[in-house]
């Protein structure tokens, strides 16, 4: 074999060429190299094993990946390192910044050569940040198809040409369930998407799916829903508006498969998406959508579910899957969202299990109106979530996302177990609910909502919390920029669990009245006022006894006697309480004074910020935004 036997310079023109038609045509490529992919944990049950490939042309060598319905020629042995394989179909795609090659198909055309041929080099090395390729001499002219410069990525060029047609439809043929929609138009994984390439079909199953949410704005008004979908590649968000609501919405249903095409490919919006992947779907006018009936090679939804008596093992803000049966639901409630300051339905289910815990969760929107309009709802069903919030009001609550799901008495091994356990024993069984911290009730409303959700200052100040008869519960992450000084200690009545103020009587002994008795020495109490900025604004917190104690990192009968001796020491220790980051737990509420009325702001519980945790947090809030 010698370099002749491959497509020298493909490699770059593949790697940079965003749309494959318009780029060399049944390259012939070298594989150096094969290696299978831990999977991650997140995807392992799904997705199974993928391999990572290097291929080479014999000038320039790329990573690729190969399409997960094409594992198979690894698992079989076809193909294997040092063997000639003719690609005839693949995606270039951009994976975390670098461009990654997708092999959707590709046949094998000469065995394992005793080494590889040629001597490659990284084509990354010859690819500016950009994205355009370095002059290379010769590349272009040994395709024979040189239309890289005017296809430059970022601009979707329409896939017309015959040429590419022809030469996907090899890769489609083989695949049952002969389809309008994707006639003549390659199946491409999930993963394979790109807004570079406009020809493809997916054939997936939706795993979840929104309710219609309406809006308005200066700019008029509309309407749009969202499904989430699953292959054994990947999944990815897709969204109509207006006339696709109309034409798909009562079409898609959870948990059925579809093929899908002529749809556009953006780049994802991940702040309103729960899925890791770069791009999302919005369905156009010439969109096509078909039920598939051929659903075998589609994974199911799986699920992991915790047991109810294990959920408090789940920090709050987690998902997780639940299942349980329906032990009874609560009426349909509306309340204002604070935050939205729009009105929102909510319902509320009791789940049980084998456990002996019952556990509420909380259903909005369309899920909680429409609950009792499902079959069997009435005769204790079992019911499986996928994705639901664990909140920590109440002990432990959980509560629907968009992207949840839920499915009433699921055909599952759980299902029917559940089912067997109900009918003997559970029906008669008594349930423990979660209970602690029950005490903030109706602090968010009902349920299902977490203590204290973190909030930036400013938001604090702009949802008015604690501007209502009922107190509000945040948490802020802030740093101590001020302590005030006057009246940050009292002297206190030393008899257990009293607390009063006490004032030196006539024989220079402190007085309680309301122990009715005189003491010698008094004890200190905090009372705290701090002020305590985010990058957002400033606030005044105040705090009591524990919390003050461990911001000042000594007692107050302590900080007393030290600032008897020094007042400069006393002040230095306030110096030194400042600058410090706390994660605050607060309490929002009326307060009057003097016949005016001020909120308050208390802290109930401070804690250093754990910047490990922290961090993490932030990272997943940026990637957002990526
Ligand atoms: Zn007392």
């Not at 406009?198 to 979840?208: E, F, G, L, M, Y």
């Not at 909680?368 to 109440?394: L, M, R, S, T, Y």
């Not at 949802?463 to 008869?469: K, P």
């Not at 401070?606 to 945790?613: C, E, N, Q």
Request: proline share 4%; charged share 25%.
């Amino acid at each position: 074999m010698s370099l002749n036997d491959l497509t020298q310079g493909a490699i770059a023109q593949m790697v940079q060429t965003a749309d494959p038609s318009n780029s060399v045509q049944n390259p012939v490529c070298q594989i150096l190299s094969i290696k299978k992919i831990q999977a991650s944990a997140a995807s392992a049950s799904s997705m199974g094993d993928r391999y990572r490939i290097i291929l080479s042309d014999g000038v320039k060598y790329a990573q690729a990946m190969l399409a997960s319905q094409k594992r198979s020629m690894v698992e079989s042995g076809e193909l294997e390192k040092h063997c000639l394989v003719r690609i005839s179909q693949y995606a270039s795609n951009s994976v975390q910044g670098r461009r990654i090659l997708i092999l959707l198909d590709l046949s094998v055309v000469h065995p394992p050569t005793a080494d590889r041929i040629g001597s490659p080099t990284n084509v990354d090395d010859s690819i500016k940040p950009e994205g355009g390729v370095k002059q290379e001499g010769g590349a272009g002219g040994a395709l024979g198809n040189s239309n890289v410069g005017n296809n430059s990525a970022g601009r979707t060029t329409p896939a017309t040409s015959a040429a590419g047609a022809g030469k996907v439809g090899g890769g489609a043929a083989g695949r049952p369930g002969g389809s309008s929609v994707h006639a003549g138009m390659p199946i491409y994984p999930i993963e394979g998407l790109s807004p570079y390439q406009n020809r493809w079909t997916i054939k997936a199953r939706v795993t979840s799916k929104s309710d219609i949410r309406h809006w308005s704005n200066q700019r008029g008004e509309g309407k749009l829903f969202s499904v989430n979908l699953l292959d054994d590649s990947g999944e990815i968000k897709a969204t109509g508006f207006n006339d696709a609501v109309d034409r798909f919405y009562s079409m898609l249903q959870e948990n059925h498969v579809y093929l899908i095409s002529k749809a556009r490919v953006n780049i994802a919006k991940k702040q309103f998406s729960n899925l890791q992947n770069e791009y999302e779907i919005t369905f156009e006018n010439s969109t096509e959508i078909e039920e598939c009936t051929d659903a075998t090679d589609v994974p199911e939804v799986k699920y992991e579910f915790v047991r109810i008596n294990e959920l408090e093992s789940v920090e709050p803000n987690q998902t997780c899957d639940v299942i349980g049966v329906l032990d009874s639901y609560g009426e349909l409630s509306e309340i204002v969202s604070k935050a939205s300051q729009r009105p929102v339905q909510k319902r509320e289910l009791t789940l049980v299990d084998q456990g002996q815990r019952s556990v509420r969760l909380t259903l909005w929107g369309k899920n909680a109106e429409n609950f009792p309009n499902h079959a069997g709802v009435d005769e204790k069903p079992v019911i499986a979530f996928k994705g639901v919030k664990v909140g920590d009001f109440g002990g432990r609550s959980l509560s629907m996302f968009s992207s949840s799901t839920m499915l009433i008495n699921p055909d599952i091994t759980e299902s029917h177990v559940l089912r067997g356990w109900f009918d003997n024993d559970g029906a008669h069984a008594q349930f423990q609910p979660f209970t602690n911290g029950g005490g903030a009730g109706g602090a968010m409303g009902g349920g299902a909502a977490n203590m204290a959700e973190r909030r930036t200052i400013a938001q604090v100040k702009d949802q008015n919390l604690g501007m209502t008869e009922k107190p509000d519960y945040f948490n802020v992450r802030a740093t101590v920029v001020y302590i005030k000084q006057e009246n940050l200690y009292y002297t206190a009545c030393p008899s257990d669990g009293c607390n009063k103020k006490v004032t030196p009587d006539h024989e220079g002994n402190w007085r309680c009245e309301k122990c009715d008795r005189s003491y010698e020495q008094p004890e200190y109490r905090y009372i705290l006022s701090t002020n305590v900025a985010d990058a957002t604004g400033q606030i005044w917190l105040s705090g009591f006894n524990d919390d003050a104690t461990k911001l000042m990192g000594m007692s107050a009968g302590e900080l007393h006697k030290l600032r008897e001796e020094s007042e400069s020491e006393f002040t230095a220790v306030l110096h030194r309480a400042a600058n410090r980051m706390y994660t605050f737990n607060c309490r929002a509420k009326m307060d009057s004074f003097n016949d005016q009325a001020r909120v308050r702001y208390t802290i109930s519980r401070a804690a250093p910020v754990d910047f490990a945790k922290a961090g993490a947090e932030l990272v997943d809030a940026i990637n957002a935004y990526m």
